[in-house]
């Protein structure tokens, strides 16, 4: 598969994902001068900026974005930090092929600042969920999932580096699992090659 990554962030995970030697063809963020560009270029890859300031209908941004991974020959991404919701159109051309990372043990916790919410929430358990993405948000089957505990007298940066640290060991496994054909979509849900694979439950 050729993949895109649409990054929004540092790109800590394009980082992780990046080292684990998924064969990714293009790097596209919502947002300019970004850490994430600098790894895309660091690493030879073309990164390509695409703003909702130059797109500000939410059409006309998709079909910018729908036209860059069809002129890249895509054939599947991994949102990892990208600050915009996928309108149904992309999500329906590529499903099954899109995949996202979230901070929190969904359904717990679904939008913007998770770990926040979950910190001042005082839960002794959160974690970090890989799906598929649907049309709504942060609702498309789970292909993954990773407990992380909160820990006694833990900072809530204490909990974000913990988390972090989980995510960039599972969306690289998953989206390699996804890549070689042993995580796949289908209209039922989710099915593995291997019958419960324990990367599912966040054992490396």
Known sequence: MRWAVLVGGTGSNLRAILASGLPVHLVISNRMGVGALDIAREYGLEAVVITAKAFPDRARYDQ?????????????????????????????????????LHPSLLPAYPGLHAIERAFSDGVLWTGVSVHFVDEGH??????AQAP????????????????HATEHRLYPRVLHAVDEGSAWLQDDGVHYKEEQ????????
């Open 64 to 100: 910018e974005l729908a036209r860059t991974l069809g002129a890249h020959r895509i054939d599947a991404v991994a949102m990892a930090g990208f600050l915009r919701w996928l309108q149904p159109q992309t999500i329906q051309a590529y499903r099954g092929r899109i995949l996202n």
């Open 138 to 143: 942060d609702t498309g089957p789970l292909v």
């Open 148 to 163: 992380v505990p909160r820990l006694p007298g833990d900072s809530l940066a204490d909990l974000e580096a913990r988390i």
């Open 197 to 204: 694979p324990p990367w599912i439950h966040g054992h490396f």
